[in-house]
T-cell receptor, first 118, second 114 residues
Framework: AQTVTQSQPEMSVQEAETVTLSCTYD???????LFWYKQPPSRQMILVIR??????QNATENRFSVNFQKAAKSFSLKISDSQLGDAAMYFC???????????????FGTGTKLQVIP | DVKVTQSSRYLVKRTGEKVFLECVQD?????MFWYRQDPGLGLRLIYF???????EKGDIPEGYSVSREKKERFSLILESASTNQTSMYLC?????????????FGPGTRLLVL
């Protein structure tokens, strides 16, 4: 079974600084997707960034970028120029296309709570 | 924009009560999901539905059932609520079965069972 591990329950960063959130996963599949979702306090969870495993280039979305190391099964999220609005719970997630007859099921990590210090 | 709404933000129920949590999405998505979110455990899938009247068990279906009579609506039912079902419940939807699909989440329902 696939597992997703986020070993940092909480992190903090000074406003305008850079922070990296860690995620490792375990899978025997060769093609899959990895995601980072953000859950702000009392607000809906939203997708931050997505990476397809067969694409070697790391995904970027404005101030958010990933460091995808397929061999090491590592998928970290880097937030540059941190802003107060980045304070949230961040979840790493994994999904792969199901075998014939199966259905996709996303596996989430336990989350990292990011605090941004003014 | 996709909108996923949940019937209540907060609920307080007593042990043994039957509890209904409702979720509605407005983008004609095929898939809908119910998750439970607990501190230190992340999100765990309870049930999902890939079509009207179709459902699949997730990782923790015990004590729960679901209903999907219309494409836009997915209900989670706690047949007899217990204190260990006190949690945050998140509904989500996605357009298709593709593994790269974005899941769109509702605001969550925080359920307290006394």
């Amino acid at each position: 079974a696939q597992t997703v591990t986020q070993s940092q329950p909480e992190m903090s960063v000074q406003e305008a600084e850079t922070v990296t959130l860690s995620c490792t996963y375990d899978t025997s599949e060769s093609d899959y997707y990895l995601f980072w979702y953000k859950q702000p306090p009392s607000r809906q969870m939203i997708l931050v960034i997505r990476q397809e495993a067969y694409k070697q280039q790391n995904a970027t979305e404005n101030r958010f970028s990933v460091n995808f190391q397929k061999a090491a099964k590592s998928f970290s999220l880097k937030i540059s120029d941190s802003q107060l609005g980045d304070a949230a719970m961040y979840f790493c997630a994994y999904n792969c296309d199901p075998f014939a007859g199966g259905y996709q099921k996303v596996t989430f990590g336990t989350g990292t709570k990011l605090q941004v210090i003014p | 924009d996709v909108k996923v709404t949940q019937s209540s933000r907060y609920l307080v129920k007593r042990t043994g009560e039957k509890v209904f949590l409702e979720c509605v999405q407005d983008m004609d998505h095929e898939n809908m999901f119910w998750y439970r979110q607990d501190p230190g455990l992340g999100l765990r899938l309870i049930y999902f539905s890939y079509d009207v009247k179709m459902k699949e068990k997730g990782d923790i279906p015990e004590g729960y059932s679901v209903s999907r009579e219309k494409k836009e609506r997915f209900s989670l039912i706690l047949e007899s609520a217990s204190t260990n079902q006190t949690s945050m419940y998140l509904c989500a939807s996605s357009q298709t079965q593709g593994a790269g699909e974005t899941q769109y989440f509702g605001p969550g329902t925080r359920l307290l069972v006394l």
